[in-house]
């Protein structure tokens, strides 16, 4: 596993051995946005393959991204998959079915906490660090398919704007569907309107 996966979920580690009344809500609630980071960080890294794209780019794709207020957790998953080819349960693997339940779940719960609402299941402190762990399992998993076949795992920094290491072939794919800035925000347009 990589040190940035590790650095990045310090603070949520620290979090759970706090002694503090908050601390299942901190913690899943830093866990869940960790794990939206990762996805759309792996989703601009692909985006970024394409011949079309330099460091020029990163200003534009970035306001074209930010414009499109409706891209959401399962956008990035559809966009990944669409854009490289291989599926996210292809780089989680066998677990995948079983943790995209699971955070389903979380994100359920994460929903109706924010909206005040009333869960289904208690979601007591140690519901929420059950839900924690389980978004963790998803996000190491997911780096170290991304890792071993995009060459980057969503977390490294400073930025997913970059070309791959590994010399992977994606460059020829996603410049098909994306050969400049106006073709990237029809294929987000396109993102937006997919329904889980």
């Known amino acids: 596993m990589t040190a940035s996966y590790e650095e990045d979920f310090q603070p ?17 609630s830093l866990s869940l946005l960790r794990a939206e980071r990762q996805m759309r960080r ?8 394409s011949t079309a794209f330099e460091r020029k780019d990163v ?17 990035f998953e559809a966009g990944i998959g669409e854009l490289s080819g291989t599926s996210i349960a292809a780089l989680i693997g066998a677990q995948h079915h079983v943790l995209r339940n699971r955070l389903s779940d979380a994100m ?14 208690r979601n007591d402190t140690t519901m929420l660090l059950q839900h924690v762990s389980h978004i963790r399992d998803w996000c190491r998993q997911l780096a170290n398919g991304a890792q071993n076949t995009f060459g980057y795992d969503g977390f490294q920094r400073p930025s997913s ?4 290491p ?13 050969a400049n800035v106006p073709a990237y925000e029809a294929f987000l347009v396109q993102l937006a309107r997919q329904r889980p």
């Not at 792996?42 to 393959?49: E, I, S």
């Not at 704007?161 to 791959?164: C, D, M």
């Not at 992977?168 to 996603?174: E, M, P, T």
């Open 166 to 178: 590994l010399g992977i072939q994606l460059s020829d794919r996603v410049t098909g569907l994306i």
């Open 59 to 75: 200003k534009p794709l970035r306001d074209a991204l930010g414009a499109q207020g409706r891209i959401y957790f399962y956008h």
């Open 108 to 121: 359920d719960a994460r929903n109706k906490i924010f909206h005040g609402q009333l869960t289904s299941d």
């Open 42 to 49: 792996l989703f601009t890294y692909l985006v970024f393959q």
């Open 161 to 164: 704007f970059k070309k791959s």
């Open 12 to 28: 949520v580690e620290e979090i759970e051995k706090s002694g503090h009344q908050t601390k299942g809500v901190d913690a899943f």
